[in-house]
């Protein structure tokens, strides 16, 4: 079983940073994609997309943080990082670490973390 624990979310004023950080243990491997979800308040919302990095290094970003995060991997560590800067309240959302791919042996897998509060004040 793998097992993602985030860390690193809080209450931020408007304009300041946070930087995320996802750590994988257990029966660990190199995953396909590591990234980070998230889940505003209050609406029934699906989870979206905020940034993620593949294995070999390739990175995406949703429109509405690009510039402001960066998302960077430890493929030694199995750790994934979102360093937040410039957070916007309607940044604020509970954040989700995914690791999800495919591989011959297992077939497609997908872990998710617990999530990690993070508010942004106005």
């Known amino acids: 079983q793998v097992q993602l624990v985030e860390s690193g979310g809080g209450l931020v004023q408007a304009g300041g940073s946070l930087r995320l950080s996802c750590a994988a243990s257990g029966r660990t491997f190199r995953f396909n994609t590591m990234g980070w979800y998230r889940q505003a308040p209050g609406k029934q919302r699906q989870r979206e997309l905020v940034?993620?990095?593949?294995?070999?290094?390739?990175?995406n970003y949703a429109d509405s943080v690009k510039g402001r995060f960066t998302i960077s991997r430890d493929n030694a560590k199995n750790t994934v990082y979102l360093q937040m800067n410039s957070l916007k309240p309607e940044d604020t959302a509970v954040y989700y670490c995914?690791?999800?791919?495919?591989?011959?042996?297992?077939?497609?897998?997908?872990?998710w973390g617990q999530g990690t509060q993070v508010t942004v004040s106005s």
């Open positions: 940034a993620a990095a593949t294995s070999s290094g390739s990175t």
């Open positions: 995914n690791a999800g791919g495919k591989l011959p042996a297992l077939g497609a897998y997908d872990y």
